[in-house]
T-cell receptor
């Protein structure tokens, strides 16, 4: 069974630029999550989708972050414009509905 | 607010010594999950505990869920270098949102 795929793996941008991350969850998983993990901290949930509907986006900085999950499969997370404090690893995870979450390898974003 | 706290933040042990990390929630949880993240890697699910007072074992790892379902622990017996990594507990809060603790980073000296 293929795992959660994410791209790119690494991205370096300057502040005020925009960036987009892509995630392909495990086939058949209804729930998709985007997390931000700052070095030395646990993952922080940014947004949670069930199929193509948003379940929770209470911690998503909506003035600069946006996410979509078209057709209830792939998802993209965008940051526009980026700030220095957005430097982190962005993890995508998926699960059947609730329960065990399978994480992708993450995208390491550096904002200079 | 919704919080999950873990202690200690770091633990350095000699290979063969035991290791324990503790997790506390600000509210009662329906279940608690544990994940392991190797250096440079992504979190990997270890186990989920659901029942009050539940104890589960996976080889040298023992997981406990407190009677009040507000705390949990992970104990590793006779650590090995393969146990190196950060161990996170995570609990579901309102709407099923999973809140992760800040993790305990384990280093093992051979």
């Amino acid at each position: 069974e293929a795992g959660v795929a994410q791209s790119p793996r690494y991205k370096i941008i300057e502040k005020r630029q925009s960036v987009a991350f892509w995630c392909n969850p495990i086939s058949g998983h209804a729930t998709l999550y985007w997390y931000q993990q700052i070095l030395g901290q646990g993952p922080k949930l940014l947004i949670q989708f069930q199929n193509n509907g948003v379940v929770d986006d209470s911690q998503l900085p909506k003035d600069r972050f946006s996410a979509e999950r078209l057709k209830g499969v792939d998802s993209t997370l965008k940051i526009q414009p980026a700030k220095l404090e957005d430097s982190a690893v962005y993890l995508c995870a998926s699960s059947l509905v609730w329960g065990e979450q399978y994480f992708g390898p993450g995208t390491r974003l550096t904002v200079t | 607010g919704q919080q999950v706290m873990q202690i200690p933040q770091y633990q350095h042990v000699q290979e063969g010594e035991d290791f324990t990390t503790y997790c506390n929630s600000s509210t009662t949880l329906s279940n608690i999950q544990w994940y392991k993240q190797r250096p440079g890697g992504h979190p990997v699910f270890l186990i989920q505990l659901v029942k009050s007072g539940e104890v589960k074992k996976q080889k040298r790892l023992t997981f406990q869920f407190g009677e009040a379902k507000k705390n949990s622990s992970l104990h590793i017996t006779a650590t090995q270098t393969t146990d190196v990594g950060t161990y996170f507990c995570a609990g579901p809060f309102q709407g099923g949102k999973l809140i992760f603790g800040q993790g305990t980073e384990l280093s093992v000296k051979p």
